[in-house]
């Protein structure tokens, strides 16, 4: 077998088994990850403190001062 099948037999497999460990690593990552939460945010208009609420809530109250406030839309 010459030489340059041999190296390039070598650099392709390598490449591929570098492959594969990007893949696996991505998967994992992707699969434990954390998962993007469902309460909505919110901006108090008076004191400017962000916080979150549960989803179903259109106004909630400002913990640091007791504003009622809308939820920020993105």
């Known amino acids: 077998m010459p030489i340059g099948t041999m190296l390039l037999i070598y650099v392709a497999g390598l490449l591929g088994v570098i492959a594969?460990?990007?893949?696996?690593?991505?998967h994992r990552q992707r699969r434990f990850g954390p998962t993007p939460s469902e309460?909505?945010?919110?901006?108090?208009?008076?004191?400017?403190?962000?916080?979150?609420?549960?989803?179903d809530v259109d106004r909630s109250r400002c913990s640091g001062c007791g504003t009622l406030n809308e939820a920020i839309k993105f």
């Open 39 to 55: 309460d909505r945010i919110f901006r108090c208009g008076k004191c400017g403190y962000v916080y979150t609420d549960d989803p």
């Open 20 to 26: 594969l460990i990007a893949a696996w690593s991505a």
